[in-house]
């Protein structure tokens, strides 16, 4: 791999569909985001959170697009507003909800076609492999 | 001096967290998963480590965003399990090896791979779950049976290390661990995976017949998979899949000819494959 020209590496996973690869980008996109989740890990955090969420992410400084991502528990708009699912986690945990739960809101299935789905043998690479070659 | 004696990988999925902590293990969705672990659980008992470098990685659990370490060791006496958004899990305190992992990541260094030294951490689902699942359902006021190393490779922020360059801290791992003067069995942990996606509209993917090679290839050719580019793991076994990459990081630091002693692949596991094999060395 060139170490002068990073596009290639990083172009690579934008052709693959339905996925937001978190690399250094989105995490500096996310940081406020992803920080404020990790708040989450303290109980009396989430008390104070779950007393007034509005009140409470206003320290955070999120953007608005994150603001009604959190508030309306829109996991795959926290997703491109900059969010990784191991610091949402901690969110959906908060909420209660375990991570089948979650991530089954991002595909647009309902959570019984979801859990369908992986019960039979989870979702079939063929034809999600590539943007630009669907037939793969 | 220590010896490495067996490797061992294993998915670690947070949901057989919870399952273990709420009693779910007969339950018919968990029954066949804890099934797959009863050879793994007897096998263990036997083989009696005296330490177990466990390689994971942190969830966003003891890194937040304000740091990404892509080597890490934990070089504490003592680790808790840390509060993932639900509260302590209640198992035992992880109890470390401070001499041994000190020991180990100074090698480390001086063999140029530049390890982050952390002298204090909570240890995540990444790391409990596969003590679990080798050594059992234990409460908190019981004993994991051995000490452990700790061994937090990134894999959450790309992009995380190659497949090769695992594989050769692995190597490295095993001098470090050859060097070391106190009799210590060693059993190395390489955790994560297999195919698995946990975000986007393509969330759910499982492609068994890769996770199926993979797992051949970890016992007879490794160092084919080392040539396994990123995009191939995520392309084919989902944005999480890339945690694979940690278990040549483990198989490094066995011998060039192993045994396989067991293999279990099962499917779901929530939203993953699980794939777990054992391997001991040979001469």
Not at chain 1, 57 to 63: D, F, G, H, V, Y
Not at chain 2, 91 to 98: A, L, W
Not at chain 2, 182 to 206: N, P, Y
Not at chain 2, 232 to 237: F, K, M
Request: proline share 6%.
């Amino acid at each position: 791999m060139s170490a002068k020209n990073l596009s290639p590496y990083l172009n690579e996973f934008e052709d693959i569909p339905g996925t937001l690869v978190f690399n250094t980008f989105r995490s500096r996109q996310g940081f406020n985001l992803n920080q404020f989740c990790m708040s989450l890990m303290k109980p009396e955090n989430r008390e104070k959170f779950k007393a007034n969420e509005a009140e409470y992410l206003k320290p955070w400084n999120l953007t608005e697009a994150q603001t009604q991502g959190v508030l309306k528990r829109d996991y795959l708009s926290m997703m491109r507003e900059g969010g990784n699912i191991y610091f949402l986690a901690k969110l959906f945990s908060t909420d209660g909800l375990p991570y089948l739960v979650a991530v089954a809101t991002m595909t647009g299935m309902s959570q019984e076609e979801y859990s369908n789905m992986m019960l039979h043998g989870g979702r079939s690479p063929k034809g999600v492999r590539s943007k630009s070659n669907p037939s793969l | 001096m220590a010896r490495i004696t067996a490797g061992v990988t294993t998915s670690h999925v947070p949901a057989i967290a919870a399952a273990i902590d709420l009693g779910k293990q007969q339950q018919p969705y968990w029954a066949p998963i804890f099934k797959g672990f009863e050879f793994s659980r007897k096998w263990m008992a036997e083989h009696k480590p005296d330490v177990a470098i466990l390689i994971y990685n942190d969830h966003a659990s003891a890194f937040d965003a304000t740091i990404f370490p892509t080597f890490a060791i934990g070089c504490a006496d003592e680790f808790l399990s840390a509060d993932e958004g639900w509260g302590r899990r209640p198992v035992p305190v992880v109890k470390g090896n401070s001499d041994f992992a000190c020991h180990i990541a100074q090698s480390l260094i001086l063999q140029e791979f530049d390890m982050t030294v952390v002298n204090r951490m909570d240890v995540d689902h990444g790391l409990t779950v596969p003590l679990n699942l080798l050594f059992g359902d234990l409460q908190p006021e019981d004993q994991w049976p051995c000490q452990v190393v700790p061994f937090p490779i990134n894999v959450v922020q790309y992009p995380p290390p190659t497949g090769k360059r695992c594989y050769d801290l692995g190597k490295a791992l095993r001098k470090a661990v050859e060097s070391y003067p106190e009799d210590l069995k060693v059993v190395v942990f390489g955790t994560g995976g297999m195919s698995h996606q946990l975000q986007g509209t393509r969330a759910g993917l499982i492609n068994r017949e890769w996770d199926t090679r993979f797992l051949d290839g970890l016992t007879k050719d490794p160092v084919g998979l080392t040539r396994i580019p990123h995009i191939e793991y995520v392309r084919e076994t989902g944005s999480e899949g890339i945690e694979m990459v940690m278990w040549l990081a483990m198989r490094g630091a066995l011998n060039d000819n192993v045994k396989e002693v067991y293999r279990f692949y099962h499917v779901p596991c929530s939203n993953t494959a699980l794939g777990h094999i054992i391997l001991e060395n040979q001469s």
